[in-house]
């Protein structure tokens, strides 16, 4: 597979709104953990090798254990998830998935036992921009394999 095209460089005002959503979803006060296995949950499900290869290797390097990773396509049977952690990896399927049966009620009522609104607006921010980078990353090809985490060698 190669690159079809560089998007940062061919609209460096789109990659620049891109950083600005992203930006807000660090400022949001959500876990960088929860967010690590939300946007790596969300790339699975769209497929795209580049954000999984950078989600996973910054979850390893903040102290996610392999484990957790290796077992979060299957989080619903696996027991190393907290609740919270269940409420927002079902929140992000459905999000992700949102054109195959909405958001159920059941997955928004678990969210907010465990989301305030301004808390699930901006998981929702999260799953959002995640989302847009999957489809930049995915429909342009961009090359697999060369991130390295600034947030140092994993643990």
């Not at 079902?90 to 059941?106: L, M, R, S, Y």
């Amino acid at each position: 597979m190669h690159q079809r095209l560089d998007y940062k460089s061919a609209s460096p005002e789109a990659f620049k709104a891109m950083l600005a959503t992203e930006t807000q979803v660090h400022r949001s006060g959500l876990e960088e953990s929860l967010l690590e296995l939300v946007k790596t949950r969300a790339s699975q499900i769209n497929g795209c090798a580049w954000c999984l290869d950078m989600h996973t290797k910054d979850a390893r390097a903040r102290g996610e254990t392999e484990q957790r990773l290796y077992l979060i396509t299957a989080w619903r049977e696996a027991p190393c998830y907290s609740e919270r952690e269940r409420a927002a990896l079902a929140w992000t399927e459905a999000v992700t998935q949102i054109a195959v049966q909405g958001v159920p009620e059941a997955v928004y009522a678990e969210a907010r036992r465990h989301f305030d609104e301004k808390a699930l607006v901006d998981l929702t921010l999260a799953i959002v921009a995640i989302n847009g980078w999957n489809r930049m990353n995915v429909a342009f090809q961009t090359q697999v394999g060369d991130y390295v985490s600034p947030h140092g060698k994993p643990r």
